[in-house]
């Protein structure tokens, strides 16, 4: 073990986890990232700088699993960033979704409580748990009100994050993030579904993209400023809640306009609504007020929505060319 700050994600193979392992790194810390076992490696965000990252396997739904890999790597901070992370599933699975998105944050402070409580911990809440908003802007002090098994499992996630800090002391923080994006996105979430399509449909391989809620409306921004805000919150004094997010709202439909306007496609050829993917209850609205974190973190975004719209449509569209030069050569 060196000397360097030592950094535990968890989630590090998903959008923010990646990006967050590189901010870290570039900051002089060594990582150490939680991969669960599965059949095939799901390492596409990570391969880059694989080789600069140290992998453990456990799982958040093994207890013993999380207390072996805190004893083993001994990190000075935790990024709890695993979650069954994709609201639709959360109803379909909504037993394993309780099991990891919530009781599994227990299990990594458990870990943090049996083997240092000087380990400094991040959960990654979100704007989820608002959900039927009950004020516009939502801040730290707006109550919560889910619409889904995923979003009261983020409600219970935040406040045993709460709880373990009152209860012992533990420096135990919660970054309420609205919706975050990027060229990393899963495809199943709507703003990476929409690029993706729209590269493809500019490529001749499909004519259209079926979607749910045009009119729903989110507080959308680009996930590598959002994990600058969460390394800015562990190296505060003291542990405190803040909610980032861009403060600005949009709706799918502006989404889409964005997205195909930015590749020559007008969307409305090409977006067709498909009642499978309506929801059993909507979150509508989503619109933070980050100012907390802006005046104690000096956090701020750096990318705006039609910028992050546009760069994950480039980003898309180099994707489906190189993919489509790969299989012809
Ligand atoms: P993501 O891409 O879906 O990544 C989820 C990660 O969790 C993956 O690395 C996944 O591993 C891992 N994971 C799932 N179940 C696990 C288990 N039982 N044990 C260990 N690891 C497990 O999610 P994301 O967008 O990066 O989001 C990161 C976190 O922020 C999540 O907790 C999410 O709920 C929360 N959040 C996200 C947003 C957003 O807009 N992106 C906003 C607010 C909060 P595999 O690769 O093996 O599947
Ligand atoms: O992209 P989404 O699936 O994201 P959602 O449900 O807001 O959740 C994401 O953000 C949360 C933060 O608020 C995170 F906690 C969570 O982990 C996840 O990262 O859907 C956004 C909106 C919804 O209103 C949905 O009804 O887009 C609407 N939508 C319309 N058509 C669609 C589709 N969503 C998806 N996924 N697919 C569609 O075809």
Redesign the pocket.
């Known amino acids: 073990m060196t000397d360097k700050r030592r950094a535990l994600i ?9 990006y967050l392992a590189e901010l870290l790194l570039d900051n002089g810390y060594d990582v150490c990232g ?3 076992r ?1 059949s095939t490696e ?1 390492f596409e965000r990570i391969m880059d700088f694989k080789s600069r990252l140290t992998l453990v396997q ?4 093994d207890q013993v699993s999380m207390i072996d890999v805190l004893s083993e790597i001994r990190p000075h901070e935790v990024y ?7 609201v639709p599933t959360s109803w379909k699975q909504p037993i394993l979704t309780g ?3 919530a009781l ?1 944050v227990t299990r990594v402070l458990e870990a943090i409580r049996v083997v240092d409580k000087g380990i400094r911990f991040y959960q ?5 748990m608002f959900g039927h908003a009950q004020e516009t802007p939502q801040t730290e002090r707006t109550q919560f009100y889910p619409r889904s098994p ?1 979003g009261v499992a ?1 409600v219970y996630g935040h406040w045993i994050t709460v709880n373990y800090r009152e209860s012992y002391g533990l420096f135990a923080v919660s970054g ?6 990027s060229p ?3 495809l199943e ?1 709507v703003t990476r579904k929409v690029t993706h399509a729209a590269a493809r449909i500019k490529m001749g391989l499909e004519s259209e993209v079926r979607l749910g809620n045009l009119k729903s409306k989110r507080d959308w921004g680009f ?1 590598k400023d ?1 994990v600058r805000a969460m390394w800015l919150m562990l190296q505060q004094d003291t542990p405190d809640d803040y909610v980032i997010s861009s403060d600005e709202t949009h709706t799918v439909g502006e989404m889409c306009e964005i997205a195909f306007d930015h590749l020559g496609l007008k969307w409305q050829d090409h977006v067709r609504v498909a009642p499978e993917f309506y929801r059993p209850a909507e979150v509508h609205l989503l619109l933070g007020c980050s100012a907390k974190a802006r005046e104690k973190l000096g956090w701020q975004p750096e990318v705006s929505f039609e910028q992050l719209v546009k760069l994950m449509a480039d980003a898309d569209l180099a994707r489906v060319q190189r993919q489509i030069k790969n299989e012809s050569a």
């Open positions: 968890t989630g590090i193979t998903g959008q923010d986890g990646s939680v991969v669960r599965s799901t456990a799982d958040l739904t709890n960033l695993a979650a069954q992370s994709f099991d990891v998105t599994g990654a809440s979100s704007s989820e995923y983020k309420i993030l609205f919706n975050h994006e990393r996105r899963g979430f996930a959002y």
